[in-house]
Nanobody, 121 residues
């Protein structure tokens, strides 16, 4: 079973920065895609950034140039560096893996529990 745990959310003023972390545990055989989503109050969950197996990173237009995804393979941890934050970035942020495991060859979606990011104006 794969578990994803986010951390690093909080309250920040507009223009500030935060770095979210997503620590993965459990046995992972192959990752087909990984990324971050967010859900603002009253809105549907939306893609922030995703790195498919091809390695070409995609960012939502609203965060291009401000957010950067990265991964430390040695630590099994994925990061989302968020700069120049805006009030409209306020949301619960979820990390996401599409992967399989040694005991289940089927690729499945795995989600973290979410971490709250609040940007004040």
């Amino acid at each position: 079973q794969v578990q994803l745990v986010e951390s690093g959310g909080g309250l920040v003023q507009a223009g500030g920065s935060l770095r979210l972390s997503c620590a993965a545990s459990g046995s992972i055989s192959s990752i087909n895609a990984m990324g971050w989503y967010r859900q603002a109050p009253g809105k549907q969950r939306e893609l922030v950034t995703i790195v498919p197996n091809s390695g070409i990173t995609n960012y939502a237009d609203s965060v291009k140039g401000r957010f950067t995804i990265s991964r430390d393979n040695a630590k099994n941890t994925m990061y989302l560096q968020m700069n120049s934050l805006k009030p409209e970035d306020t949301a619960i942020y979820y990390c996401y893996y599409y992967c399989n495991t040694p005991t289940d060859w089927r690729f499945r979606n795995y989600w973290g529990q979410g971490t709250q990011v609040t940007v004040s104006s």
